[in-house]
Nanobody, 125 residues
Framework: VQLQASGGGAVQTGDSLRLSCVVS????????MGWFRRAPGKDREFVSA????????LYEEVVRGRFDISRDNAKNSAYLQMNSLKPEDTAVYYC???????????????????WGQGTQVTVSS
């Protein structure tokens, strides 16, 4: 299973970006998809997750209301629409897939089995 994240870039405060994650090697139909990020000098942190059906989503508090996660199982893809970007959103963003059908979406890095290579998002003030 391979995940390919794209869509990052250098933008200004208040701008928007849409990240995409295309999965190959297996259908993501039963997988929870998640987005994480790693800012310079910090650990990888949870951003958002979406259930296999797309019916349940979870956001880290600092991005709630600004970011929107979605998926298209027919395209084996997940997306992260990021609006009202702030300098503190600057990080490498990773998409990830959790194989297990958990009762609750996980924020835990260790619960995700497959990872993309990351895409850089830089927000300047």
């Amino acid at each position: 299973v391979q995940l390919q994240a794209s869509g990052g870039g250098a933008v200004q405060t208040g701008d928007s970006l849409r990240l995409s994650c295309v999965v190959s090697g297996r259908s993501i139909y039963t997988y929870t998809m998640g987005w994480f990020r790693r800012a310079p000098g910090k650990d990888r942190e949870f951003v958002s997750a979406i259930s296999w059906s797309g019916g349940v989503t979870l956001y880290e508090e600092v991005v709630r209301g600004r970011f929107d996660i979605s998926r298209d199982n027919a395209k084996n893809s997940a997306y992260l629409q990021m609006n009202s970007l702030k300098p503190e959103d600057t990080a490498v963003y990773y998409c990830a897939a959790d194989r297990y059908n958990r009762a609750d979406l996980s924020r835990n890095v260790d619960d995700y089995d497959y990872w993309g290579q990351g895409t850089q998002v830089t927000v300047s003030s």
